[in-house]
């Protein structure tokens, strides 16, 4: 496995890693071509930039998540500094942004700061880094009714027919590290029914870590097993699924 990937979703501003700077000048030389290191709220998508900016190969992306829209008073500002860090040329997308049900987190607010950034991405004509967790109906709804909206679903985990909806309207479907795992038995499926230039990897991480490290902390060194599952279940060539892999992702965030 020597072909480059690219890891279309990281958090090397989380606090998990301590120099991550060395960490991704040896992944840049050994293992990917390109990493997306997404925001969470404007401080994290303001350092994210930061980092990225000391890479040719890495982008960031600014936007308010989920867990984080009740740590903010007013919203318009919030989203006035996300727009602000969206003209810099290293910002490719608006994420990550979406609804996440799993946890105690009013719903109305989430919906509202949801809503509120897919319009800012129909004005900015910026893709879009989606969130879903345990809300496939209610983001489904609000993503068709903001027709002009492109982007990427993270971390899937929705149904294949979804992903199927998805890519018809547009998306991609961006497979993390769980796809490794043995009780992981709705993504084969859906893997099976994404279009081929639909489909990139992430590692998520310091999260969502693929077997065989799974349990330890991860990084896009590991995104090639995530790529050779995907590989597997494709039923091609690791090494053009790379190279068709990382195309993808560029034309995901227009690079």
């Not at 600014?62 to 006035?80: F, Q, R, S, Y």
């Not at 929705?158 to 890519?167: L, M, T, V």
């Not at 990139?200 to 896009?220: A, F």
């Amino acid at each position: 496995m020597s072909s480059l990937l690219f890891d279309t979703h990281a958090h090397y501003t989380d606090s998990k890693f301590e120099d991550p700077v060395s960490l991704l000048k040896q992944l840049f030389e050994t293992d990917v071509c390109g990493v997306m290191c997404c925001g969470w709220d404007v401080n994290s998508s303001k350092d994210s930039l930061n980092l990225a900016k000391q890479f040719p190969g890495m982008f960031s992306s600014a936007g308010i998540h989920p867990e984080n829209c009740t740590d903010l008073e007013d919203m318009n500002a919030a989203l006035d500094e996300v727009k602000k860090l969206c003209s810099d040329d290293k910002v490719k997308a608006l994420g990550e942004i979406g609804l996440d049900y799993y946890w105690d987190i009013p719903k109305k607010k989430q919906l509202e700061y949801f809503d509120a950034q897919l319009c800012l991405a129909e004005e900015l004509d910026i893709p879009v880094i989606i969130h879903d967790r345990d809300a496939h109906g209610d983001v489904f709804d609000l993503i068709r009714s903001h027709k002009k909206v492109r982007g990427v679903m993270h971390g899937y985990s929705g149904s294949a027919e979804s992903a199927r909806q998805y890519a018809n309207m547009g998306f991609y479907i961006s497979f993390p590290g769980t796809i490794t795992f043995k009780n992981a038995a709705r993504l084969p499926e859906v893997v099976g029914v994404v279009p081929l230039d639909r489909i990139v990897v992430e590692t998520d991480c310091p999260y969502l870590t693929p077997v065989p490290y799974r349990g330890q902390m991860n990084h896009s060194g590991y995104i090639k097993y995530t790529a050779g599952k995907v590989a597997e279940l494709l039923k091609i060539d690791y090494n053009e699924f790379c190279s068709i892999e990382v195309v993808n992702a560029k034309k995901l965030f227009n690079i």
